[in-house]
């Protein structure tokens, strides 16, 4: 690895090079079979007229290695707004080098510009790799908490039960 590692706000150009990594991270985690996003479903939600969420890319030597997709929530408890990580993703050649920990502190160091009033992930409970690091860093893997989906068909079954 020869230079250093940039990490900034992702531009339009990134979008391509940042769905090739989310494919990564799809096949890392080996649900392909569920990754459907293309450019323009990304170049719409990072930069279209209503952006869903935002990302930070670091760059080393001229190439995309790692990407965070981020957006913000809300705790009503807190009364403030939260930063939730989507994703963060780091390729394999990249890790090790300290890149991950210094992604997730910039995105903390923009949670606490922002003043939210937490910063979360979610974690896949196999990946204990990924769990051992995060806690490393201090952050909590909450065992009592689920997450709760509805998608595709049940959630047009569901929507038009409300109707």
């Known amino acids: 690895?020869?230079?250093?590692?940039?990490?900034?706000?992702?531009?339009?150009?990134?979008?391509?090079?940042?769905?090739?990594?989310?494919?990564?991270?799809?096949?890392?985690?080996?649900?392909?079979?569920?990754?459907?996003a293309t450019d323009d479903d990304l170049a719409d939600a990072l930069f279209g007229a209503h952006p869903a969420a935002?990302?930070?890319?670091?760059?080393?030597?001229?190439?995309?290695?790692?990407?965070?997709?981020?957006?913000?929530?809300?705790?009503?408890?807190?009364?403030r707004r939260g930063l939730y990580l989507e994703d963060l993703y780091v390729q394999p050649s990249q890790r090790g080098t300290g890149l991950g920990t210094e992604m997730l502190r910039h995105l903390a160091a923009l949670a606490v510009e922002r003043r939210c009033g937490r910063?979360?992930?979610?974690?896949?409970?196999?990946?204990?790799?990924?769990?051992?690091?995060?806690?490393?860093?201090?952050?909590?893997?909450?065992?009592?908490?689920?997450?709760?989906?509805?998608?595709g068909d049940a959630l047009d079954a569901l929507a038009r039960a409300l109707t």
């Open 1 to 36: 690895m020869s230079g250093t590692a940039v990490i900034r706000a992702a531009t339009p150009r990134d979008v391509g090079a940042i769905v090739a990594l989310m494919r990564e991270l799809a096949e890392f985690e080996q649900l392909t079979h569920l990754f459907v």
């Open 119 to 151: 910063f979360e992930w979610s974690v896949l409970d196999w990946n204990q790799r990924a769990i051992d690091f995060y806690e490393k860093m201090g952050a909590t893997v909450l065992p009592d908490w689920r997450i709760v989906r509805v998608t």
């Open 54 to 79: 935002e990302a930070r890319v670091a760059e080393r030597d001229g190439a995309l290695v790692a990407y965070a997709l981020f957006f913000h929530n809300y705790s009503t408890f807190l009364g």
